[in-house]
Antibody, heavy 122, light 106 residues
Framework: QVQLVQSGAEVKKPGASVKVSCKVS????????MHWVRQAPGKGLEWMGG????????IYAQKFQGRVTMTEDTSTDTAYMELSSLRSEDTAVYYC???????????????WGQGTLVTVSS | SSELTQDPAVSVALGQTVRITCQGD??????ASWYQQKPGQAPVLVIY???NRPSGIPDRFSGSSSGNTASLTITGAQAEDEADYYC?????????FGGGTKLTVL
């Protein structure tokens, strides 16, 4: 059973950066494909990016390219998502989630962290 | 990137059957997966692939697909099924989510 435990809530000023962590237990990070999904208050889920095992690379949603960096520390089984140049519209709950692949190349997110609220406010 | 379209809200009488749909071009190539989200909680995977349920998901949840439309069916809806439901699929540039459907159980 995979467990994902995320870091605590953050308050940031516009223009700053935030780095959210996601600690894995039950499996090692190298066995998993980690992705990040966010949800603005009262809004739907929005995929930000994650590790594509087919290519062996991290892919980012076009909307966040240049502003987001996803990294992994395999020595501590911790994944990180850093978002820079924050603006008020980035206020959201950020989730890490593990992606599994189906035979059709489908992605589905089978385990989720508890979420980290990032508030961007001056 | 492609889009997935869901009805914003659907209601069902207790014990009745409800179908929640998701439309998009990516569904012609990839199966949708479905997530249930209750207020203040992380999403939970309820259906993936052709029609697979993770361990612990009741068998009243089922999935189907035809053309560019995927459906989540709840047969005999319970009060605890009241939640937001999201579909998602792979697409040409990564992953896409639907806008979500708020299910009310009357």
């Amino acid at each position: 059973q995979v467990q994902l435990v995320q870091s605590g809530a953050e308050v940031k000023k516009p223009g700053a950066s935030v780095k959210v962590s996601c600690k894995v237990s039950g499996y090692t990070l190298t066995e998993l494909s980690m992705h990040w999904v966010r949800q603005a208050p009262g809004k739907g889920l929005e995929w930000m990016g994650g590790f594509d095992p087919e290519d062996g690379e991290t892919i980012y949603a076009q909307k966040f390219q240049g502003r987001v960096t996803m990294t992994e520390d395999t020595s501590t089984d911790t994944a990180y998502m850093e978002l820079s140049s924050l603006r008020s519209e980035d206020t959201a709950v950020y989730y890490c989630a593990t992606a599994a692949s189906g035979p059709n190349g489908d992605y589905y997110f089978d385990y989720w962290g508890q979420g980290t609220l990032v508030t961007v406010s001056s | 990137s492609s889009e997935l379209t869901q009805d914003p809200a659907v209601s069902v009488a207790l014990g009745q059957t409800v179908r929640i749909t998701c439309q998009g071009d990516s569904l012609r190539s990839y199966y949708a997966s479905w997530y249930q989200q209750k207020p203040g909680q992380a999403p939970v995977l309820v259906i993936y692939g052709k029609n697979n349920r993770p361990s612990g998901i009741p068998d009243r949840f089922s999935g189907s697909s035809s053309g560019n439309t995927a459906s989540l069916t709840i047969t005999g809806a319970q009060a605890e099924d009241e939640a937001d439901y999201y579909c998602n699929s792979r697409d040409s540039s990564g992953v896409v989510f639907g806008g979500g459907t708020k299910l009310t159980v009357l």
